[in-house]
């Protein structure tokens, strides 16, 4: 599809611009309410949520349920303004929210004001906690064009979100098939032969690491909050777990010279563990593992540590130490084997992670093309 598609589509196109409450209904969920947290995954019946998570859990209920998949309902979270197609059947586990539907479809399709809702900014201002239906997105001017626009609209449109679930649903799956193989390819029994007919050993960490390390205090001479290299400061500051790779900031020295596993020791991430480039300081309760390359490779004692036990406690509070870690024992193949293995999970581990190459990046690319053509076919002049 290109823009001189779309000019045609809406050429001379003539817009109606009504409040979207005079074309909507909404209701509150109450009737459609969980009576009980029992949920399995074996149940049939989802439960929604207004949050992040969306679907809760499922529930065996029997009455109360929203048969969306005979009318679906566009799900809007009175407080934060976030919506979500439904078109399967529902309970809910509060009334914070409402389902809106269209008052005639005839007039005004339900799709096509989903699409548009996801064109227009929050709005929202820091400390309202009004319901935001009722006191603002109701009064809002919504474009109608005609029907037979709305519905190509709706077509184009659903093409590229389709697309992306399709996406999606391969990248679960990858998922779901990259953890099968990895506890197939890693889960050792003492005293048993690998996939591969060769012999495993179980050693402790301390046995396999040239140094297991707890970090220390920030460096004098840092930058703190800084994302990028410089010449001043060229080596990166990791902490226990500040987002995604706990980068803290940069300094001038390092104190660990090769590339190595980093655990952290305590917090919310406890056991969260990751590899790091060589040349950086570790602070803040994390725990840095250089291995002995003789006889395991950093790749895959990063794999291993995800199918084994890493736990502590000191007193009541979880935590990691340095002689705790030292302890924990693991299997050790052979160091052909160990590339074997690693060779298989990284393939895996692109396909389903990396945001330049994997199922992520091809699914943020399509999620801004449906933006790109949504922002092109739903702005009409007033």
């Known amino acids: 599809m290109n823009k001189n598609y779309i000019e045609k589509l809406l050429e001379g196109v003539e817009i ?45 209920e029997l009455d109360g349920i929203y048969y969306a ?15 979500k197609w439904v078109d399967f ?37 820091e400390g309202d906690h009004k319901r935001q239906w009722i006191s603002n997105y109701s009064n809002k001017q919504i474009p109608i064009p005609p029907l037979s626009v709305q519905k190509e609209i709706v077509r184009i449109l659903d093409t590229f979100t389709e697309l992306t679930a399709e996406l999606t649903a391969e990248l679960t799956a990858r998922k779901q098939q990259y953890n099968f193989y990895r506890e197939e390819l890693l889960r050792f029994e003492e005293g048993e032969a690998c996939l591969s007919g060769r012999q495993v050993e179980w050693k402790t960490l301390g046995e396999v690491c040239l140094s297991i390390t707890a970090g220390g205090d920030v460096p004098k001479n840092s930058i703190k ?31 660990i010279e090769n590339d190595a596993v980093t655990i952290s020791g305590r917090g919310a991430k406890i056991g ?6 060589g040349k950086f300081t570790p602070i803040i309760r994390l725990i ?22 890493i736990g502590g406690n000191d007193g009541g509070i979880p935590q990691l130490t340095v002689p705790a870690v ?19 999970l990284d393939k895996f581990d692109t396909l389903t992670n990396s945001i330049s190459e994997g199922l992520p990046k091809e699914i943020e690319l399509r999620q801004k093309q449906y933006e790109y053509y949504r922002n ?3 702005t009409f002049p007033k």
């Not at 989802?46 to 992040?52: F, Y």
């Open 69 to 83: 998949s005979k009318s679906p309902v566009i799900i809007f979270d009175d407080f934060t303004t976030a919506n």
């Open 376 to 378: 092109e076919l739903l």
């Open 225 to 255: 909050g800084q994302n990028f290299p410089t010449d001043k400061h060229p080596f990166p500051i990791y902490a226990n777990a500040i987002g995604e790779k706990g980068l803290y900031g940069f300094t001038d020295e390092y104190k």
């Open 89 to 125: 059947d529902f309970k809910v586990k509060s009334s914070a929210m409402k389902m809106i539907t269209s008052k005639d479809e005839s007039k005004l399709l339900l799709r096509f004001v989903f699409h548009w809702l996801n064109t227009l900014p929050s709005g929202l201002v």
């Open 326 to 344: 030292k302890k924990i024992k693991i299997p050790i193949p052979s160091l052909k084997e160990q590339e074997r293995i690693v060779s298989i």
């Open 272 to 277: 969260y563990h990751t590899i790091r480039q």
């Open 288 to 309: 840095t593992l250089v291995t002995n390359k003789s006889i395991i490779t950093t790749k895959f004692l990063n794999y291993i540590l995800y199918i084994t036990e």
């Open 16 to 60: 109606e611009w009504k409040s979207l409450g005079e074309y909507t209904n909404y209701e509150q969920p109450t009737k459609y309410r969980v009576k009980t947290t029992n949920y399995k995954d074996e149940f049939e019946t989802p439960v929604l949520t207004a949050g992040k998570s969306f679907i809760l859990g499922y529930t065996d």
